[in-house]
């Protein structure tokens, strides 16, 4: 049996039982190889004489933009390959990728991937800072960048052997628009094997600096098989995941999890996100399968969903844990169910709700096909509320990272007595489901009582004012420390003593009395520039206010300035 055939094996397994989670945990097994090049073993042979959409990008402003085919998609990155090669790139060079939604993107992608060539994705958000940063720390020698974004790269110090530009022209450029002259018939210089690296992702940094995670050409193109099978992907849908390029989601969602299988990717560009243009889009475009992180759900949701006419048949949510009130208005105004997943940059999805499987409030779902998850104590042994770990000996998933690049430290942190650390807690309950508990260093105690932060703001978020939520320790001289939520309003609501004293009475009546929340700030929510909200700013700004201080920030509340109540 060939490694294609093998790769091709297993995702058919996972397409015949999508609904039937009992049989695809069970017997799924991840394909062993030694040698694969998804770009050239599976995509070009998927595509040839393909004619049906693969990649369909829009502008919102225009309606602009007709799909490209897979067999189009296969000869456009052959060309750039061989351009690529010709201008010196070769196995194993870093290229920094940093390029919007546009077909060039996915052109680059592939076209790497066939050239043998190392990946960094990076969002077009990054400063010229982050640049100097990426461009030392991942030894890149190439870089491919959005017209828009060139001058960040012409800083002095940056050792770059050549820039390449996507768009107009650019004096000391080369112009990717050249490469498509190239020739479609490419051939690969040497083989892949299936543990060379593919791309490197630098993690978003909510808790600490960031790292390079290191991925292979089976990590994330046949791990990513779990994703495939957490959406519920089938040939011929429509699939959209807003998601900004240069995130791992990204990769996921909008490249292997889709074109995996066979399915066609939209994109929509926007100037700023409006939900009402993603509503009409979703009809518009009669998307099938959509994934959107919680912060577009809590947008959407102020819109009057029920009005939209969608075909969507799969809905999904990641990114960060889903609160249950939004899940029940998508599910009141849709008949659709918002299945939550849960994964990290340095691995695919981990755990979920497949299609056709309960969805239980409040949890994200049980482990994937291919994935054995276990909880840890912080002395390594089991338990039904820990860390979530996966193991790394014969049970070690494809998804896993191979490490953190040129960070033996960090990796061996991580990797320790057998498993991937994720950081994160979660809870097993009785039935086999996983509930998400916080990262580890967010759960945080009050008194003698351990606290999870998510589990307070998904009870927050149903106040009718509350858009999102971020719940932190505040300093106590009583108590050690005390639930202080900062709040982020929803469109038609302004910050004021009265509204303040309503969420708190709404805390009180919600929560059990050694949970409920005794400060509250209204004030916008810090968050990374993937859009996770930077919980550790926010609690170290609070360990830093003397415990005893009795003096009110801007727009903070204590629960007893209304004491009389």
């Not at 770059?160 to 990717?176: D, S």
Request: hydrophobic share 40%.
């Amino acid at each position: 049996m060939t490694t294609t055939q093998a790769f091709q094996d297993a995702r058919d397994f996972l397409l015949r039982h999508r609904t039937d989670y009992d049989t695809a945990y069970r017997d799924f097994r991840w394909p062993a190889l030694d040698t694969f090049n998804w770009a050239l073993d599976y995509f070009d042979p998927m595509a040839r004489g393909n004619d049906q959409p693969a990649l369909w990008i829009v502008d919102a402003a225009t309606g602009q933009g007709q799909p490209y085919s897979f067999a189009q998609m296969s000869e456009r990155s052959s060309r750039i390959a061989n351009w690529l090669q010709s201008l010196g790139v070769g196995r194993g060079e870093r290229i920094l990728l940093m390029l919007p939604n546009r077909v060039e993107l996915w052109d680059a992608m592939l076209a790497a991937m066939k050239l043998g060539a190392v990946l960094l994705p990076a969002t077009t958000q990054l400063s010229e800072d982050d640049i100097r940063e990426r461009v030392q720390v991942g030894d890149v020698k190439t870089v491919i960048v959005e017209e828009s974004e060139a001058a960040k790269f012409e800083q002095p110090g940056l050792d770059l052997a050549r820039k390449i530009v996507a768009g107009a022209p650019r004096a000391g450029w080369f112009a990717m628009s050249e490469g498509y002259a190239a020739s479609s018939a490419f051939t690969p210089q040497g083989i892949t094997r299936a543990d060379d690296p593919l791309l490197l992702y630098f993690t978003s940094g909510t808790a600490s600096k960031p790292k390079l995670v290191e991925h292979t050409h089976v990590s994330y193109p046949v791990g990513n098989l779990s994703t495939l099978y957490w959406i519920g992907l089938q040939p011929g849908d429509i699939h959209w995941n807003i998601s900004s390029p240069g995130w791992a989601k990204h990769a996921w969602s909008c490249f292997f999890a889709p074109w995996n299988a066979q399915a066609c990717v939209f994109a929509l560009n926007y100037a700023r996100f409006e939900p009402k243009v993603v509503l009409d889009a979703l009809v518009k475009y009669q998307i099938t399968t959509l994934c959107a992180p919680p912060t577009v759900w809590r947008m959407l949701v102020q819109e009057p969903l029920a009005s939209y006419p969608v075909k969507l048949r799969e809905i999904v949510g990641a990114g960060e844990p889903l609160n249950p009130e939004i899940i029940a208005r998508v599910q009141k105004a849709w008949n659709l169910t918002i299945r939550d997943g849960y994964g990290q940059t340095e691995t695919t999805c981990q755990i979920g709700n497949p299609p056709g499987q309960p969805v239980i409030p409040g949890s994200m779902g049980r482990p994937l096909p291919g994935y054995r998850v276990e909880l840890l104590d912080m002395d390594g042994a089991p338990v039904s509320e820990g860390e979530i770990a996966l193991p790394t000996d014969d049970a070690r998933p494809a998804g896993l990272m191979k490490g953190y690049a040129n960070n033996p430290l960090a990796t061996a942190r991580a990797m320790q007595g057998g498993y991937y650390r994720t950081s994160d807690i979660a809870l097993r309950q009785s039935n086999g489901y996983y509930v998400y508990v916080g990262r580890a260093d967010d759960v945080f105690k009050s008194s003698d009582y351990r606290l999870s932060p998510f589990e307070l703001e998904s009870v927050l978020i149903e106040h009718p004012a509350i858009a999102e939520a971020a719940v932190v320790p505040s300093p106590d001289p009583l108590r050690l420390s005390v639930p202080k939520c900062f709040i982020a309003l929803r469109q038609g609501y302004e910050e004021s003593a009265e509204l303040a004293q309503d969420i708190f009475r709404f805390s009180r009546a919600k929560l059990a009395p050694y949970k409920r929340i005794r400060r509250l700030q209204f004030a916008d929510l810090p968050k990374t520039i993937s859009g996770k909200i930077r919980r550790v700013q926010l609690r170290r700004a609070e360990a830093e206010r003397a415990a005893d201080t009795a003096a009110r920030l801007p727009g903070e509340y204590w629960e007893e300035d209304f004491a009389a109540e």
